[in-house]
């Protein structure tokens, strides 16, 4: 279950991190918390353009390390919020979440879809 402070931060402007561990070592991307959905069984979907390595990186380890905060969003101590999520990924290049992604980023070439394991407020 993603908590109610994580779908907040989604509402409001901020950047997201994705990191992925491959044969060259880790490595990150960057996206939008606006180009972010959630499925209907509670996976983050997210468009992907380019993300060649991120792709090359999850086909040979799954595992996924996102943070995403918010400025806009009140946190633990103040203003600004964000969340470090743990999780699984694939890409995903046909069917139902990749239809409705792709319909609203024209540019998506694939859809990387999370699976979250855990989601932890770190602000």
Same mark, same amino acid.
């Given at each position: 279950?993603?908590?109610? #402070?994580?779908?907040?931060?989604? #509402? #409001?402007?901020?950047?997201?991190?994705?990191?992925?561990?491959?044969?060259? @070592?880790?490595?990150?991307?960057?996206?939008?918390?606006? /180009?972010?959905?959630?499925?209907?069984? @509670?996976?983050? =979907?997210?468009?992907? @353009? /380019?993300?060649?390595?991120?792709?090359?990186?999850?086909?040979?380890?799954?595992?996924?390390?996102?943070?995403?905060?918010?400025?806009?969003?009140?946190?633990?101590?103040?203003?600004?919020?964000?969340?470090?999520?743990?999780?699984?990924?694939?890409?995903?290049?046909?069917?139902?979440?990749?239809?409705?992604? #792709?319909?609203?980023?024209?540019?998506?070439?694939? +859809?990387?879809?999370?699976?979250?394991?855990?989601?932890?407020? +770190? =602000?």
């Amino acid at each position: 279950m993603i908590p109610e #402070k994580l779908l907040e931060v989604l #509402k #409001k402007d901020g950047v997201v991190a994705i990191a992925t561990l491959g044969q060259d @070592g880790p490595h990150m991307v960057n996206t939008w918390n606006s /180009y972010i959905r959630i499925s209907e069984d @509670g996976r983050l =979907l997210i468009p992907a @353009g /380019y993300m060649n390595r991120t792709e090359a990186n999850i086909a040979e380890n799954n595992r996924v390390l996102v943070t995403l905060g918010s400025s806009k969003v009140a946190g633990k101590m103040g203003p600004g919020t964000g969340f470090l999520i743990e999780g699984t990924a694939a890409f995903i290049t046909s069917g139902a979440d990749f239809d409705t992604m #792709k319909a609203k980023f024209a540019w998506a070439r694939a +859809t990387l879809a999370i699976t979250i394991d855990s989601a932890t407020q +770190t =602000l």
